[in-house]
């Protein structure tokens, strides 16, 4: 007879809960409707910029502040002073927030990204470190890091209508001040590494570069940087967009694709890849951001319940666009890495698809592309030829995939693993 696997106390359990849920509170209360404010402020140059420091943030923080957790300080208390420093950034960006000061403005938001993107990565480890199950329990936890995303989009858009207003960053500040501080109260989780010799190879995730010698590694790591040049638009513009097609609280609106995400991760994502494999599971993903981009461009000229309709399952299509997109990455690297350095092959699939691939994608079809668009014709005719750009491309993405990629069905790696 075997016995049940321990449970994590429900003291612990709310502790990490709330953790995770202010967590994303902190980042789903501007990273949304930050296009919006700037358009509304006159810097629609700069909006590329806003949504190129996550990015910038996730290529220099995760290998950096990782091994630093894991040699120097304790992680919560790490994560603590970051949180309160990040606090005071984002309230003291909207007082730049104009034309003429508009590089000050991008400045403060990478300084106060360069504080929260690493504590993504903290917050994990304290998890995965204090919960007695962390198979059965860190699902659950994670899914009020969602409901925190939810719940801040709402926050900002229903009760302060605030969607391009400065309101919105004190609004994060605020909770940042609040997980920050709460940080402190978490159980210990001192560096396991503390005293060990640092080798430089491991800030880069130089360990995991062997494993690029094989095709089908090789293949999806460059097909989800790839797929991730395409998806910025959605953050950075859907909320302006929505705005051009008369829908005002176009945060609130965006939540729907966060509740479409919580019944993907809970109820469909896990049958689907037990069912189908990594392949298919990253094929429907790419395939739902190029639905997704093509209900938008048809809703650009549409009008009244076709138009709705089509934003709405646009919208909703967030759950399989996103999740079975990284949800596939981060499977696919466990399955196919060594566990010793799992966390670097990890962190480079970070650095791969939120920092690379979605700098570029600011940089391409934000900077490069919307911005000149709009400036020469800023209709909705405009948002309908945009939104087809990413299609083309994706088309192109998945194509490569669908041929190219090979998945074993041991997914071990006989030589490297």
């Known amino acids: 007879m075997t016995s049940d696997p321990p449970r994590s106390s429900l003291t612990l359990f709310s502790q990490l809960s709330s953790m995770m849920f202010l967590l994303l509170f902190v980042w789903g209360a501007w990273y949304v409707t930050t296009g919006s404010f700037m358009q509304a402020r006159g810097m629609g140059d700069y909006i590329g910029w806003a949504y190129s420091v996550a990015p910038i943030s996730a290529v220099i923080t995760p290998f950096f502040m990782g091994v630093f957790a894991d040699r120097f300080i304790n992680a919560e ?3 603590g002073i970051l949180l309160l420093i990040s606090g005071a950034l984002i309230c003291l960006a909207p007082q730049f927030a104009g034309p003429e000061s508009g590089s000050v403005f991008i400045v403060i938001l990478l300084l ?6 690493p504590t993504l990565g903290l917050s994990n480890t304290i998890c995965l470190k204090h919960l007695a199950n962390p198979d059965k329990d860190y699902p659950i936890v994670r899914v009020f890091a969602t409901a925190g995303w939810i719940i801040a989009g709402l926050v900002v858009s229903f009760v302060f209508k605030a969607d391009q ?3 919105q960053f004190y609004v994060a500040g605020i909770a940042a001040f609040a997980v920050g501080a709460y940080s ?3 159980p210990q989780t001192p560096p396991p590494a503390k005293g060990k010799f640092l080798r430089l190879a491991e800030l880069y995730g130089a360990d995991t570069f062997p ?9 999806f790591m460059l097909t989800s940087l790839l797929a991730c040049v395409a998806m910025m638009p959605y953050w950075a513009l859907g909320s302006a967009f929505l705005n051009a097609t008369g829908i005002e609280r176009s945060g609130g609106f965006l939540t729907m694709g966060q509740f479409a995400e919580l019944v993907v991760l809970a109820f469909i994502l896990p049958i689907f890849i037990r069912k189908f494999g990594i392949k298919a599971t990253m094929i429907v993903g790419i395939l739902c951001w190029i639905v997704r981009f093509a209900l938008f461009s048809a809703a650009a000229t549409s009008e009244g319940n076709a138009m709705l309709a089509m934003l709405v399952i646009g919208v909703l299509l967030h759950g399989f666009s996103y999740d079975f997109v990284f949800i596939s990455g981060y499977l696919y690297v466990d399955r196919n890495v060594k566990e010793e350095i799992r966390a670097q ?3 480079l699939l970070v650095v791969f698809t939120q920092g690379i691939g979605f700098l570029l994608s600011s940089k391409i079809f934000v900077d490069y592309l919307f911005t000149p668009m709009m ?3 800023d209709s909705l ?3 309908k030829s945009f939104w087809m750009t990413p299609v083309l491309y994706l088309i192109g993405v998945l194509v490569l995939f669908a041929f190219l990629f090979k998945e074993k069905n041991t997914g071990t790696d006989s030589q490297l693993k």
Not at 211 to 219: L, S
């Open 165 to 167: 207003s400065p309101v």
């Open 184 to 186: 402190f109260l978490l």
């Open 345 to 347: 092959a990890q962190g």
């Open 375 to 377: 400036a020469e014709n």
């Open 77 to 79: 208390k790490l994560q």
């Open 112 to 117: 106060h990204t360069l504080c929260f993107m």
């Open 211 to 219: 494993y690029f010698k094989k095709f089908a590694f090789a293949i």
């Open 381 to 383: 005719e405009t948002w």
